[in-house]
């Protein structure tokens, strides 16, 4: 299994970015993804999730109404649309596998990616 | 503030055991979802060292262990090794929140 993720960059209060997380080495479809994030020198927050198909996304409450993750199961990759950036999103962006196929609450993250780093500052 | 609270940091003398514990409440733990554990070495991405409460992926030595009681839940590591060096994160699910949720983290100093 190998996620790489990439997109990450210094953007401007208000302006937006995408991430994108290209996966291998599994059933891409078969999994639900995540992104979780980490600012700098602070602990881990689950960001977002969509279920194998794409069909179901979720989000936590910092973040909805301003990004939107979706995937291209023909192209193994999931993505993370990040409008309205505010600087508290700083940090850095994991994009993390899902055991189950569609979002379980007992669910956790078997694999993660290197990291991009997302840093919003005039 | 993380809904789960870890203690910041513990330490150990290289062979000794610690344990690091995850205090949730009755909208997480408590309400029977389960508890993750991951190890995150310095300047790297965090790995899963423990799920659905106690078990281990495969390559996990057996040192690492994990347990889980009415709202918390507990990873304990023996034979402590300088390796071991990293910081810790516990995750759950929660409802009030309807998400994933983590730890505040627990960094392991060997002494």
């Known amino acids: 299994v190998l996620l790489v993720e990439s997109g990450g960059g210094l953007v401007q209060p208000g302006g937006s970015l995408r991430l994108s997380c290209a996966a291998s080495g599994f059933t891409f479809s078969n999994y639900a993804m995540s992104w979780v994030r980490q600012a700098p020198g602070k602990g881990l927050e689950w960001v977002s999730a969509?279920?194998?198909?794409?069909?179901?996304?979720y989000y936590a409450d910092s973040v909805k109404g301003r990004f939107t993750i979706s995937r291209d199961n023909s192209k193994n990759t999931v993505y993370l649309q990040m409008n309205s950036l505010r600087a508290e999103d700083t940090a850095v962006y994991y994009c993390?596998?899902?055991?189950?196929?569609?979002?379980?609450?007992?669910?956790?993250?078997?694999?993660w990616g290197q990291g991009t780093l997302v840093t919003v500052s005039s | 503030q993380s809904v789960l609270t870890q203690p910041p940091s513990v330490s150990g003398a290289p062979g000794q055991r610690v344990t690091i514990s995850c205090t949730g409440s009755?909208?997480?733990?408590?309400?029977?979802?389960?508890v993750h554990w991951y190890q995150q070495l310095p300047g790297t991405a965090p790995t899963l060292l423990i799920y659905?409460?106690?078990n281990r992926p495969s390559g996990v030595p057996d040192r690492f262990s994990g347990s889980k009681s009415d709202t918390s839940a507990s990873l304990a590591i023996t034979g402590l090794q300088a390796d071991n060096e990293a910081d810790y994160y516990c995750?759950?699910?929660?409802?009030?929140?309807?998400?994933?949720?983590f730890g505040g983290g627990t960094k392991l100093t060997v002494l």
């Open positions: 969509i279920s194998g198909s794409g069909g179901k996304t």
């Open positions: 659905g409460n106690s």
């Open positions: 995750q759950s699910y929660d409802t009030s929140l309807s998400g994933w949720v």
């Open positions: 009755s909208s997480n733990i408590g309400a029977g979802y389960d």
């Open positions: 993390a596998k899902n055991t189950f196929t569609i979002y379980a609450h007992s669910d956790w993250f078997d694999f």
